[in-house]
Nanobody, 124 residues
């Protein structure tokens, strides 16, 4: 099993920045791609960004392209999401997820492990 714990959420004004972190523990040896998803109040959880095991390839939802950057430090078992130029519509609970393969994915059902989430609130 792999445990994922997110941190870094909070309240920020529109135009501001936050950096989310996700630390993996447990059976972390081996290749695994990771991703970030988010769920806004009253909406379904949606894909935000994903990254391969070695970080050579990333993908982003259109709504965050150019504003968010996903990265990882495998030596620290940590995934990051740098969020710049935040908008009120970015308000959501943000979840990190991991899957036992090198290939990143945008579909939620392809991920094996999930964190509990961290709240991000962007005020206008």
């Amino acid at each position: 099993q792999v445990q994922l714990v997110e941190s870094g959420g909070g309240l920020v004004q529109a135009g501001g920045s936050l950096r989310l972190s996700c630390v993996a523990s447990g059976r972390t040896r081996g290749m695994y791609a990771m991703g970030w998803f988010r769920q806004a109040p009253g909406k379904e959880r949606e894909f935000v960004a994903a990254i391969t095991w070695i970080g050579s390839s990333t993908s982003y939802a259109d709504s965050v392209k150019g504003r968010f950057t996903i990265s990882r430090d495998n030596a620290k078992n940590t995934l990051y999401l740098q969020m710049n130029s935040l908008k009120p519509e970015d308000t959501a609970v943000y979840y990190c997820a991991a899957r036992r393969t090198n290939a990143a994915a945008t579909r939620q059902d392809l991920y094996d492990y999930w964190g509990q989430g961290t709240q991000v609130t962007v005020s206008s």
